[in-house]
């Protein structure tokens, strides 16, 4: 596993919203209510991007079709057409005066 610094956290503050790449893998990095939360870029239902999907309590909702994710465990809460699967949800680790995740190498 390999730590991969993503933020300053004095960068952070409510309503940040900002995509990173990392390999493969493209991440969002979110902060509401004082919470940062990392997940995911696009919806696993169909790809749609999740920085414009709506976050309220606890629940982030697709902007395309609508599906419900539970943001602590990317569970799927509601789903308008056929299943998918949950989202995937990193566990943000602080290092220093940065926010990031690990990874495996
Ligand atoms: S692409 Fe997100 S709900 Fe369909």
Redesign the pocket.
């Known amino acids: 596993m390999r730590f991969y610094a993503l933020e300053k956290l004095i960068n952070l503050h409510d309503n940040y919203t900002r995509q990173f790449k990392i390999d493969n893998l493209q991440l969002l990095l979110i902060q509401r209510l004082g919470e940062p939360l990392l997940i995911e870029a696009t ?1 696993p ?4 991007p999740l920085d414009v999907a709506t976050i309220d309590n606890g629940i982030i909702q ?1 902007a ?4 419900q994710f539970a943001i602590d465990d990317g569970r799927v809460l509601h789903a ?1 057409e056929e299943p998918c699967r949950g989202l995937r949800t990193f566990e943000v680790i602080y290092e220093g005066n940065e926010i990031g995740v690990m990874l495996d190498d």
Not at 64 to 67: E, K, M, R, T
């Open positions: 919806c239902h169909r790809g749609h697709c395309l079709h609508q599906y308008t």
